[in-house]
């Protein structure tokens, strides 16, 4: 890496580099602001009532353009850094360690005092701070009159990692983490809310798989769009496969829900990787190349200050011949019944054996915008750094199939 990267800023606004707002503040702080600028905005300008107050938000104000806002926080993710605010609510937490250090450089912020490394009391204050900001949108959304109106998607995008250098996270009682096909790696909590969804079905629970592809055509389903049939082409003529999500709003609402036969599933068969697939309550892992690591458990405290480096990452299992669970009555993947039903083992192996044939991989068949020569110097340069650098000041930003202008050697402000 060159050393001129060192000081590389990955924050971007709509169409241009950060720079007015980068450093700043604390970056979840940043996005809050922007989103709760959003609601009150589209209050104002594309609602019947904008100026519906906190008394009268019974009654939903009538929206004459909908609003899609995603927020995709970088909270509760490495490096854990805090504010000092957040982490003094969980002083009470003792028996923790500090292993982060060595992927989280300070804790609450630089050029300031900080306390001693904590790692499961800094994830546990970080997640607190989500909650919060998740909270303050639902309260703007209340105070302009448009939750009633509105759908609130809540979902993780995979388990905790379970390397105490990254992180303070614990799956609990799953196996394994982030990074592995375990259910603590794959197996991420999610739950939707706000006043439209059906009365009835608030406070239930789905037992249904759903994958987090599957917000792709639910969400456009909901706005009378159908993905289903969507594909794009490369400039090298090979096509993107068909979209594969399923709507699952019919299993939100409940008109799918709980059904006992496997083949009546919204949802019947997930492919995780090349080494494992999971078909109704039944999942494989198998990986005839090498052990499948990072299998042991996390516990309830993890981690702490008896914890050892490695400790689950270094635990391994033979799924040479294939492992099998049923995931819905031991989703802690403790029983591996392979040998008490190995007609289903052959079955789902042969099934993962030809799903593999239909795996797409991007492999950045784009053509990089660096000039020729860029990296002669040093070939561990990646064009996305020499562009950050060169090009836009300073920021992380598309570094394929950018048109470059000779003369011009950084963004303008």
């Known amino acids: ?209 759903i994958h987090i592809a599957d917000w792709y055509a639910t969400l456009p389903a909901l706005a009378g769009i159908d993905v289903g049939q969507e594909e794009s082409v490369y400039t090298d003529d090979q096509r993107v496969p068909p979209v594969d999500a399923v709507n699952v709003w019919p299993l939100i609402v409940g008109s799918s829900d709980n059904k006992k036969d496997s083949t009546e599933r919204t949802r019947n068969e997930i492919p995780l990787s090349k080494h494992a697939l999971i078909v109704g309550e039944y999942k494989l892992i198998w990986n005839d190349e090498a052990q499948v690591n990072r299998a042991g458990w996390t516990y309830p405290n993890y981690p702490n200050a008896h914890t050892l480096p490695d400790e689950i990452d270094n635990q391994t299992i033979d799924c040479s011949t294939g492992c099998l669970f049923n995931v819905e009555t031991d989703p802690g993947e403790h029983e591996d019944i392979a040998s008490l039903d190995p007609f289903r083992l052959q079955q789902m192996k042969k099934r993962l054996q030809e799903l593999r044939k239909g795996f797409f991989e991007n492999d950045d068949r784009g053509v990089d915008s660096c000039p020729s020569g860029y990296n002669d110097d040093d070939k561990s340069l990646m064009c996305a750094c020499w562009m950050a650098v060169n090009y836009y000041g300073g920021f992380l930003g598309p570094y394929q199939e950018v048109e470059l202008l000779a003369e011009k050697a950084a963004v303008k402000e």
């Open 1 to 209: 890496m060159h050393d001129a990267t060192d000081t590389i800023f990955d924050l971007w606004d709509t169409d241009h580099p950060a720079k007015t707002i980068v450093g700043t503040d604390y970056e979840e702080f940043i996005f809050q602001r922007r989103m709760l600028d959003i609601i009150d905005n589209h209050a104002a300008n594309h609602t019947q009532s904008a100026a519906v107050s906190a008394a009268v938000s019974a009654a939903a104000a009538t929206t004459t353009k909908p609003l899609f806002l995603f927020y995709a926080p970088h909270v509760a993710h490495c490096p854990l850094q805090v504010p000092r605010s957040y982490l003094d609510q969980f002083d009470f937490m003792d028996d923790d360690e500090g292993m982060c250090q060595g992927k989280t450089f300070d804790i609450v912020g630089p050029n300031r005092t900080d306390p001693p490394y904590s790692c499961r009391k800094q994830y546990h204050a970080m997640i607190k701070l989500l909650d919060d900001i998740l909270g303050s949108l639902v309260d703007r959304l209340k105070e302009h009159g448009l939750w009633e109106n509105t759908l609130m998607v809540v979902t993780s995008d995979n388990g905790g990692p379970i390397d105490p250098k990254e992180s303070g996270a614990t799956n609990y009682p799953l196996r394994g983490g982030k990074y592995s096909d375990w259910e603590g790696g794959v197996r991420a909590t999610a739950f939707v809310s706000g006043g439209y969804l059906p009365k009835e079905r608030r406070g239930t629970i789905v037992r249904e798989a």
